[in-house]
C-alpha cells in the first residue's frame, strides 16, 4: 500500500539506498531511466531565515549558536521527510553543527513559525520565505544555492559565506517506462519547449525558482543522484 509521503524520513531510513525515490515514497524506480520522457523543469531555492527580532545578524552567529548548545537550535520546515528538512541536516552536516528540525503541515505553517518567533528560523523556499523577508518580517541569512538569486539578490549563498552545500527542491515530468518510442520522444519534446517558453520562465523567475529545460538523459542522472544523496541524508 502506498505511504503517506509525511513518512518519508522514516521509510529512507528503513530503506536501502536502491528503494523508491525520497520525494516520490508511493513512486517506483520503473519511472526513471535514460529511456524515461523526463525532464527537469525548475529548481526551488532553499533559504534560512530568521525572525525579525532574532539576535543572529549573519549565517556565522547563527551556526556559532547552535555549536554552544547542540540540537537545540530549532529550525521550521515544511514536513517530516521533506526537502526542506534534508536541507536543514545538510546544512548542519556541512557547518559541523547539530539543528532541531522542526516539523510542519506545509511551507506556509513553517514560515508562519519562523515570523512568530516559535522557533529560532525557518528552512523554506525563496516562493515561501520571499514574502515574509520582503516586508521585513523575517530575515534571510543565505540561500543554499550555487550562486545568488535574482529574488533575493542581497543575501549571500552559503558557499560564500565558507560553507559549501547546496540543495533545494525541483520539479520534474515523468511518465511510465515502456512508452512506446514515439510517445516517449513527442512527450520529450513537448515538455522542452514548453519549460523553455518565455511564459514558464517568467513565472518560474517570478516565483523565486530557477527554470530549467534538461534532456530526459540528464533528468534521469539528476534524479538518481538526488536519491542517493537524500538517501545517504536521512540514514545518518
Not at 525548475?42 to 530568521?50: C, F, K, Y
Not at 559541523?96 to 515570523?115: M, N, Q, R, S
Amino acid at each position: 500500500m502506498c505511504q503517506p509521503w509525511r513518512r518519508g524520513r522514516d521509510l529512507l531510513r528503513e530503506l536501502p539506498v536502491e528503494g523508491p525515490h525520497p520525494h516520490r515514497p508511493c513512486g517506483s524506480r520503473r519511472w526513471f531511466g535514460p529511456d524515461r520522457p523526463d525532464a527537469r523543469q525548475g529548481a526551488g531555492v532553499a533559504t534560512l531565515s530568521v525572525p525579525a527580532e532574532s539576535p543572529y545578524q549573519t549565517l556565522a552567529e547563527f551556526v556559532a549558536a547552535a555549536k554552544a548548545a547542540p540540537g537545540t537550535i530549532t529550525v521550521a520546515n515544511s514536513g517530516a521527510g521533506a526537502i526542506w528538512e534534508a536541507a536543514t541536516l545538510a546544512l548542519g552536516e556541512s557547518a559541523g553543527v547539530t539543528f532541531k528540525p522542526v516539523p510542519y503541515d506545509g511551507g506556509a505553517p513553517a514560515v508562519a513559525a519562523g515570523v512568530s518567533g516559535e522557533v529560532k528560523a525557518v528552512m523554506a523556499g525563496v516562493s515561501e520565505s520571499g514574502a515574509a523577508a520582503k516586508d521585513g518580517r523575517l530575515r534571510v541569512l543565505a540561500v543554499l544555492a550555487p550562486e545568488r538569486v535574482a529574488a533575493l539578490p542581497d543575501v549571500p549563498t552559503a558557499k560564500e559565506l565558507g560553507i559549501d552545500v547546496v540543495i533545494g527542491g525541483w520539479g520534474l515530468m515523468g511518465a511510465p517506462a515502456n512508452l512506446p518510442a514515439e510517445v516517449k520522444q513527442r512527450l520529450a519534446d513537448a515538455v522542452h519547449k514548453a519549460a523553455s517558453s518565455a511564459t514558464f520562465t517568467d513565472v518560474m523567475t517570478k516565483a523565486g525558482n530557477t527554470p530549467m529545460a534538461t534532456s530526459p538523459e540528464d533528468a534521469t542522472a539528476f534524479t538518481q543522484a538526488e536519491f542517493q544523496r537524500f538517501g545517504e541524508i536521512y540514514q545518518k
